[in-house]
């Protein structure tokens, strides 16, 4: 199994940027799919991204697309999601998952938080207007 810890949230002004990271420990790596969701207060957990085992291959939320992007060091075990043109709407609790899953379709079921084995503990991100 592998461990996920979240890192890079904080507190950035409507327009700003935050780099999140996903550290992760344990089997290797390179062997998982790997995604990121948010959850709001009140709200369920929705997906904002995703990213295949060897970084070929990225999907991201209509919501957040030509803003956010997703990558990932294998070298390093971290997956990073830089977010950019921050708004408001943004504020949520960052989650990193991972999935040892194949999705031999249309790679939709990657938007699903079912499809993941294993998460971080979350790290916030708030944006002010």
């Known amino acids: 199994q592998v461990q996920l810890v979240e890192s890079g949230g904080g507190f950035v002004q409507a327009g700003g940027s935050l780099r999140l990271s996903c550290a992760a420990s344990?089997?290797?790596?390179?062997?998982?799919?790997m995604g990121w969701f948010r959850q709001a207060p009140g709200k369920e957990r929705e997906f904002v991204a995703a990213?295949?085992?060897?970084?070929?291959?990225?999907d991201y939320s209509d919501s957040v697309k030509g803003r956010f992007t997703i990558s990932r060091d294998n070298a390093k075990n971290t997956l990073y999601l830089q977010m950019n043109s921050l708004k408001p709407e943004d504020t949520a609790v960052y989650y990193c998952?991972?999935?040892?899953?194949?999705?031999?379709?249309?790679?939709?079921?990657?938007?699903?938080?079912?499809?993941?084995?294993?998460w971080g503990q979350g790290t916030q991100v708030t944006v002010s207007s």
């Open positions: 998952a991972a999935t040892t899953l194949y999705d031999a379709s249309d790679g939709s079921s990657y938007r699903a938080a079912p499809f993941y084995d294993y």
């Open positions: 344990g089997r290797t790596f390179s062997s998982y799919a």
């Open positions: 990213i295949q085992r060897n970084g070929g291959s990225t």
